[in-house]
Nanobody, 117 residues
Framework: VHLVESGGGLVQPGGSLRLSCTASGFTFSSFYIIWHRQAPGKEREWVAQITGSGGTTSAADSVKGRFIISRDNAKNTAFLQMNNLSPEDTAVYYC???????????WGQGTQVTVAS
């Protein structure tokens, strides 16, 4: 089982990034994909999630209207489009796959997002 995040980096305030989460080793479409983030010195924070079919999404109030979660089950990949980024969005972003029926729970290694001028 592998989950690999990519797309992080350094971006200026107001800029955009798209994170990807590519999965292998399990039935991707059977799993929720959840993005979390953890800023230095802070607890991990739930960011957004999407159901296995992609039909339902939800996002934290802190990112609602700026971040969009999506997935392409044919490519075993999920995305987090992040717009209008601010320094408060600086964190390591983690992709998490979770199956509500089996409670199987997989995590990626994280990707750093830094928002700074």
């Amino acid at each position: 089982v592998h989950l690999v995040e990519s797309g992080g980096g350094l971006v200026q305030p107001g800029g955009s990034l798209r994170l990807s989460c590519t999965a292998s080793g399990f039935t991707f479409s059977s799993f929720y994909i959840i993005w979390h983030r953890q800023a230095p010195g802070k607890e991990r924070e739930w960011v957004a999630q999407i159901t296995g079919s992609g039909g339902t999404t939800s996002a934290a109030d802190s990112v609602k209207g700026r971040f969009i979660i999506s997935r392409d089950n044919a490519k075993n990949t999920a995305f987090l489009q992040m717009n209008n980024l601010s320094p408060e969005d600086t964190a390591v972003y983690y992709c998490n796959a979770w199956n509500s029926a089996t409670q199987d729970d997989y995590w990626g290694q994280g990707t750093q997002v830094t928002v700074a001028s």
